[in-house]
C-alpha cells in the first residue's frame, strides 16, 4: 500500500503565478506515480523531510505530476523525474535531480 501523498493533476497543480506568489520556503517536487525512479526516492524523499520539519520555519511540500505539455514542469526546465525545485518567497534557490541518498536530499533543502 503506498502510505506517501499523490501527485497533483494538471487540473489540482497550481500555475506558475500562484507557486511564485507563495510565501517562505516551498519544495515542489515533479514527478509520476508510474516512474521507478520517482517511486525509489520517496522514502529518501519522506526521511529528509521529517529531518528538516525540526530544523526550519513551516514550509510546503507539492507534488506535481509532470508530463509533456505540462506548463508549470516547463516552467523549471524540467527534463528527469523526480526533480526537486526549492523556492524561497517565489524565487528558486535550489535544485535536485533523482536523488540517491537522504544526504542528496537533506543538502539540497539546506537553504
Not at 4 to 12: D, G
Not at 33 to 46: D, K, N, S
Not at 84 to 89: A, E, I, S
Request: aromatic share 6%.
Amino acid at each position: 500500500m503506498n502510505t506517501f501523498k499523490p501527485y497533483l493533476s494538471a487540473i489540482e497543480a497550481p500555475s506558475l503565478a500562484e507557486v511564485q506568489a507563495l510565501p517562505g520556503i516551498v519544495l515542489l517536487e515533479f514527478g509520476t506515480e508510474w516512474c521507478g525512479h520517482c517511486r525509489a526516492a520517496q522514502p529518501l524523499i519522506a526521511q529528509a523531510l521529517v529531518t528538516q520539519m525540526h530544523m526550519h520555519a513551516p514550509w510546503q511540500h507539492l507534488k506535481i505530476e509532470d508530463g509533456p505539455g505540462r506548463a508549470l514542469g516547463r516552467s523549471y526546465r524540467v527534463k528527469l523525474w523526480p526533480t526537486l525545485v526549492l523556492l524561497r518567497d517565489g524565487q528558486e534557490v535550489g535544485r535536485l535531480v533523482r536523488p540517491a541518498t537522504v544526504q542528496d536530499v537533506v543538502t539540497a533543502l539546506t537553504v
